[in-house]
């Protein structure tokens, strides 16, 4: 079999037996100081989201298959879907049942670049602070944005919610069409360089496998 990148959440998470990975925003920020004792601060990049992955011990056979599955991204250069498994459903549909086969989309954005309004929702259909999102938008190839509401919000009788503030702010392209990911929101991520850690086995013959990955914005 010939892998095809980014690889799918079934081709890598969901194989790999997580036990934590919990995301962060990695902010690229320069700081000075001021002869008044002031301090300025300014935003270099855009911010990334990042996450520190932790795998459950495994026993030295499964260990290996899972080094040769992550072996398969060359390092830092494949990608792959990643989701904060805290955040893989909203809070008030802890299984997705309650969103079923709804196919949300971005019905339009903020002027201020961090705030969105979603429509093609349930009825009633309640997110909360801290819940997560993805968007997919353009193509070849197709970008992906992940984001995690400021504020709860619920979608009103037509299934359209009111705008409503997120972080981080919106990239460039994002537009109304959009397509919602609210289960297992995902981001394109790799594995930032030098951080894969695999343990020599302990005396129950288990390994212990960690790394960072890293977001990126196109595969």
Known sequence: MAYSF??????????????????RLQRSEEYSGLSSGQILADEMAPPLWSAP???FPAFHDDGLETQALIDTLDGSMQSFLFYDPRAA??????????????TPTVHSLGADNKSIRIEGLPAGYRLSRGDMFALRYGAD?????LHRLSVPVEAGGTGQTPLFEFRPHLETGAAAGAAVELIK???????????????????????????????????
Do not use: C, K, W
């Not at 549909?93 to 709804?102: E, F, I, N, S, V």
């Not at 929101?185 to 288990?206: C, H, K």
């Open 53 to 55: 992955v932790r795998l």
């Open 141 to 145: 190839p197709e970008r992906r944005s």
């Open 89 to 102: 459903f909203p809070r008030h549909d802890p299984d997705g049942t309650l969103l079923g086969a709804a």
């Open 6 to 23: 980014p690889l799918s959440l079934a081709e890598f998470q969901d194989i790999i037996n997580v036990a934590a990975a919990p995301f």
């Open 185 to 219: 929101p995902a981001a394109y991520m790799r594995i930032m360089p030098g951080s894969l850690s695999v343990s020599e086995a302990d005396d129950f013959g288990t390994v212990s496998i960690a790394f960072t990955a890293i977001q990126r914005l196109v595969p």
